[in-house]
């Protein structure tokens, strides 16, 4: 069970604590989404872990009961080129710094492992495995980043996004080298900007 320290201490002065994590900072292609979540006071479901930890089937149950759950809960959709643009650290921040802004109605914001510049921030290491509000965001940036990748799956079969959702495995690296590059790869990352010089 998530020892939920800074929810317990906010709680227990009935105001609310919002969660932010990402999805996809490490894959070649697809978007990087983050997930703001904000439950309501006192909440309780121990099911909800860091999303790595569960299974795809338990991730995607838990995505419907968050969503039903939450006080608040919103997304930032980075696209590859943002990526390209920012690099994926500012893109990472710049997308959690303005969900933090997104409603006033809670009382600090955690992160996971991300400083923001704002007094009303606490980032935390591992907080997915520690704070219930981050691993329910983790929760609601991997599912829907995972379901997006899927819908990229149907447009480009040829890449299997549905198997790797873009990471940089073996299997994805060889379709990348059968078939070039399309317009969802983030061009600044070394794999994919490898593979451009090697066109010219």
Sequence with gaps: ?????????????????????????????????????????????????????????????????????????????????????????????????????????????LTDAMPLKRHDVIDIIKGDAKSVSIAAASILAKVLRDHIMLGYDVLYPEYEYRNHKGYGTKRHLELMDQYGLNDIYRYSFKPCRDRQLKLF
Aim: glycine share 4%; proline share 4%; hydrophobic share 35%.
């Design 1 to 109: 069970m998530l020892e939920n320290r800074y929810e317990k201490e906010y709680w227990s002065l009935d105001r609310y604590v919002m969660g932010i994590d990402e999805a996809g900072r490490g894959p070649l292609c697809g978007p990087l989404v983050v997930a703001c979540c904000v439950l309501p006071i006192n909440y309780q479901n121990e099911e909800i872990n860091d999303s790595k930890q569960l299974s795809e089937k338990k991730r995607e149950a838990l995505f419907k009961q968050i969503i039903k759950d939450a006080h608040h809960y919103e997304f930032r959709i980075v696209s590859p080129k943002q990526i390209d643009v920012l690099d994926i650290y500012h893109a990472t921040q710049k997308a959690m710094d303005e969900l933090s802004r997104s409603t006033s109605i809670h009382s600090v914001t």
